[in-house]
C-alpha cells in the first residue's frame, strides 16, 4: 500500500504553507486593515516569518511590528475578518504535486483531514475556492478547539474524529509548529521543504519524513 512506517490509519494535513502558498492573501488583508486603520504597511518577508500560529497572534505580532497599541486589536481584527473574507484565495495558488498527493492519499480509503490555524470558516472556504475540500473528511481550524498547534490537543481531537490513533495518524505540515505539535500527540510527521517556518530552514525539524512535494508521500 504504501512505505511509511509506521503504516498509516489516516492522515491530517496543514493548510496555509503546505497544500496552499496563502501569503499573497495575507499581505493583501493585513495591508488593507492596516490602511483603514492609518498605519504603515508590512512587507512581504515579515508576515512570511509570522504566520502560521493563528490568527490573533498575527494581527497583534502586525500592531506591533508598525509601532501600534494593542488597544487596537479589537478594531484590526474586526477589519481583518471582513478583508479576508473577502479576498481569501484571491492571491493563493495550490502547490504543485498537491492534487496528485491528495489523489494518491484518498486512492488508500483512509480516513483524512484538514488540520490549520487558520480560522474554520476561511479555511473552509478556500478549500473550496480552490476545489481541495472533496478530498477531507472533515475541516478543523484554529477556533474549533481551545488550544492551536503547536499544542497537541488539536491533533488528539482530530484522530478522535478521525477513528485513528495518534501513533498511525500521520501530520504532514510546512513547520516546527506542525511538528511539535505532532511529537507532543504522539503522531508521525512528515514536512515540506516550502511553505512558511518563520525564517528557519525545514530540513533542520526533526521529522519521520522530509518531501519537496505531497506527491511523493507514498514513495
Known sequence: MTALSPRPTAFMIDLDG????????FVAVLNRVL??????????????????????????????EVGAPQALYEE??????????????????????????????????????????????????????????????RVFGGDDFERKKPDPLPLIKTCEALGSVPGTTWMVGDS?????????????IALVSYGYNHGQPIADVPAQRHIDRIDELLR
Open 18 to 25: 503546505t497544500l496552499v502558498d496563502t501569503l499573497g492573501d
Open 35 to 64: 490602511s483603514d486603520l492609518a498605519l504603515p504597511a508590512v512587507d512581504r518577508g515579515f508576515v512570511e516569518h509570522t504566520i502560521g500560529q493563528g490568527s490573533e497572534h498575527l494581527i497583534r505580532s502586525v500592531l506591533t
Open 76 to 137: 484590526a481584527w474586526a477589519l481583518y475578518q471582513r478583508h479576508y473574507e473577502t479576498l481569501n484565495g484571491t492571491h493563493a495558488e495550490v502547490y504543485p504535486g498537491v492534487i496528485e498527493g491528495l489523489e494518491a492519499l484518498r486512492a488508500l480509503g483512509l480516513p483524512m483531514a484538514c488540520l490549520t490555524n487558520k480560522p474554520a470558516a476561511f479555511a473552509r472556504e478556500l478549500l473550496k475556492r480552490k476545489g481541495l475540500d472533496r478530498y477531507f473528511d
Open 176 to 188: 516546527s509548529n506542525d511538528a511539535r505539535a505532532a511529537r507532543a500527540a504522539g503522531c508521525p
